[in-house]
């Protein structure tokens, strides 16, 4: 049985004539970047996220790359981060000539650990970039008060986790809504994708939002009018169009994302695979569903063997990748985040998966692991 780490065709076939509806729509408009559909969008966003203002642009690295641009993140800063993380949230930070300053995670939710960020700051920090990882939001509470206290920004790295939730002063409070900006990625293998690239920024800031809003069309406002040297990151109407239709769905998908991965944490009870652990203040999306086990790579052979999807998310921490080398770190300075990188494996999540499918999964990641 083929069980494929992500199939995209279902969900496309449940909704494709609202999808060529909304894509004929703008055909019919002639307006492919930016416009209304943008601007419906953008609200429609902001609102889901319970954030006031919400800003389309190219990708979710580049929702990162800007949030750090207005902020007024430069030559010589430093961002304090996890270096558990795909490569864009250090990544953005190094293209404005920041230095990525890295904090341990959290084992049980690979997020990063609070307790250890107040120790890496010094007076050249500008902001705190905490990542909510594979659809679980990271320790917000003390990490904003961390902010607050040195008057720090915190810019969230929310491209895993639209419509996840944390318990935030008594009250659940969505990803994107808690930092200074909140950034996504619409990248067609998110919960919430696009049919191409595509990300958005939210903030409660108007001023932050603004000047986002202002950095995306290259620093011009009003048009040929550079107050700011800005960047060419303006979302496309089509995907757009598309977002809004999915956008509908979201809920319903996450949901089913969580009932697939209670499956595989009831299969899997009782064995040595350790399962994705949610703490009780927060509610995930399962952009990804994470086991851990020390026999990793021959459980990897095993189900390629049998074709079953999987993906090593991520081999190796920011922290030793060649291009960070000149950062001065080595083996052993992060060990939360190497033994991760070392022991963990994402299985298929995504909602249309069968019974079957996942009960083959189980049978060959617990088979593999012997």
């Not at 915190?154 to 994107?176: F, H, P, R």
């Not at 930092?179 to 067609?188: K, R």
């Not at 291009?323 to 963990?344: H, I, K, N, Q, V």
Request: charged share 25%; hydrophobic share 40%; net charge negative.
């Amino acid at each position: 049985m083929r069980v494929p780490l992500l199939d995209l065709r279902p969900q496309y076939a449940s909704i494709k004539e609202e999808i060529k509806q909304a894509i004929d729509r703008v055909l019919e408009t002639q307006v492919f970047v930016l416009g209304p559909e943008v601007a419906e969008l953008e609200k429609e966003i902001a609102e889901y996220c319970g954030a006031r203002f919400g800003v389309g642009c190219a990708s979710g690295t580049d929702s990162i790359l800007l949030s750090l641009m207005a902020v007024g993140v430069s030559t010589g800063d430093e961002i304090i981060t996890t270096p558990y993380t795909f490569f864009s949230t250090a990544g953005s930070a190094s293209r404005l000539g920041a230095i990525p300053v890295f904090a341990d995670i959290d084992p049980v939710t690979y997020n990063i650990d609070p307790s250890l960020i107040e120790a890496r700051i010094t007076p050249r920090t500008k902001a705190i970039i905490p990542v909510h990882l594979y659809g679980q939001c990271a320790d917000m509470g003390p990490i904003l008060k961390i902010a607050e206290k040195h008057g720090l920004y915190v810019i969230e790295d929310a491209a895993q986790s639209i419509g996840a939730k944390t318990m935030l002063n008594g009250e659940w409070t969505k990803a994107g809504a808690m930092g200074h900006l909140g950034c996504f990625s619409f990248f067609p293998s998110k919960n919430l994708g696009a049919y191409g690239d595509g990300g958005m920024v939210t903030s409660n800031d108007e001023s932050l939002a603004d000047k986002v809003r202002t950095l995306r069309v290259h620093g011009s406002k009003p048009k040929y009018h550079h107050s700011l040297i800005g960047a060419n990151s303006r979302l496309d109407a089509i995907q757009a169009a598309i977002l809004r239709v999915k956008l509908n769905y979201l809920d319903k998908w996450s949901e089913a994302r969580r009932e697939n991965a209670k499956f595989y944490d009831d299969a899997f009870a009782g064995t040595d695979i350790v399962t994705p652990r949610i703490k009780d203040s927060n509610f995930p999306i399962y952009n990804q569903y994470v086991i851990r086990t020390r026999n990793r790579d021959n459980v990897i052979e095993y189900l390629k063997k049998h074709e079953v999807g999987c993906e090593i998310y991520y081999p190796v921490p920011l922290h030793l990748q060649r291009c960070y080398e000149f950062l001065g770190y080595r083996m052993g300075d992060f060990p939360e985040s190497e033994a991760a990188s070392r022991e963990t494996l994402a299985l298929p999540i995504y909602p249309e998966l069968s019974d079957d499918q996942k009960n083959f999964a189980v049978k060959c990641v617990l088979e593999g692991s012997k």
